[in-house]
């Protein structure tokens, strides 16, 4: 459907996992609601599952839908890209023409910007550079995975925020974990370079993670931030800070460079009247609404609520966001409370999940009565066989299985 000088009662921006999940958790509450998801892309991805296809432990054919067998029923889907807003107006730019709302909600995802790093983008999914951060080049990695018998294997974490922030080392534990199962470990060095301080924010999750970190002799390389590659002479430039602050420039010869790049909030966000100094869409971070324009909600990758950018974190916050807006809708207090609840499921080796689940503050709130931080095989079946059919047949349909109680992703 056309954009063009639309109006209805609730419009979002975003058709990802966010966009959807509100959207019927709307609907869910109220059927009589109108609706509208802006969202140019054509088809919609299930991405946690990207990490396992990286792996050879999934089809990246099932991690992909089309658009249309993803949009709630009873919201209107318009094909259009947004582009700025007018909140005083409430209203929305689109490619297409101008959208007006009564409730805005913004789950515009994050921007992967593969530009940032010079001679990145054009030796992806070649020269033994890959991502599982992108749809078509997540089974190379796993090509690359069998390939390689020996040499030096890069992996890569860029400054946060990023989406997911476990899959940089996840990508490197699956690796790992094949090689090891292969008998070529020994000879293979590798590499985890991170441009943070740490290995892994929640510090409850670090003795295990470093138990494998051991176990697969990984090198962690802290406060390395990649900042280029050479794919032809398969070289990796790394910008490298001391504890004093001073910066020195590596280089890295590699045979593998499993890179994430940098992420930041999509520009037309960035450059809104909605978003903050650092160009996230500026909310509450209990209650999701704008600070300043009380009509406005964000949640998803997008968000300004300090957790970690995830599925988990999305799922939860859909119901948050669906009670709150139509708690604003009747004139009655936002009740409903966001604890910053996000998950991360550690896959330190094929068959085996550390399920990292934690609120704000770094406090941890496990789902099942367990100790979080171990790994488990319940944990790995959890994530590759029941994950992916909540996903797609309750969290899309408004079926809110987990969401309530704390949920994993």
Known sequence: MSALNASF???IVGGGSAGCGVAASLLKRNPQLNIAIIEPASKHYYQPAWTLVGAGEFSAANTERNMQDCIPSGAVWLQAAASSFDPDHNQVMTDTGVVSYQQLIVTAGLKLDWDAIPGLKETLGKNGVTSNYRFDLAPYTWQLVQKLKSGTALFTQPPMPIKCAGAPQKAMYLSCSHWEQRGSLKYINVEFHNAGGVLFGVKDYVPALMQYVERYNAHLNFNSTLVEVDGQRRLATFQVKDADGNVTKI??????????????????????????????VEVNQHTLQHTRYDNIFSLGDVSST?????????????VIAAENILALRAGVPLSARYDGYGS???TVEKGKIILAEFGYGGKLVPTFHWDSTKP?????LLKKYVLPTVYWKLMLKGREWLARCGACG
């Not at 957790?307 to 988990?312: E, F, G, L, V």
């Not at 488990?376 to 790995?380: D, F, T």
């Open 9 to 11: 009662d609730i419009v």
């Open 376 to 380: 488990r095989r319940s944990a790995w």
């Open 306 to 318: 300090p957790n970690a950018k995830t599925m988990a974190a999305a799922r939860k916050q859909v």
């Open 344 to 346: 991360c499921p550690l």
């Open 251 to 280: 280089v890295r010869k590699f045979e593998m460079l499993h890179v994430v790049p940098p992420q930041t909030a999509p520009d037309f966000i960035k450059h809104s009247p909605l978003a903050n100094a650092d160009g996230w």
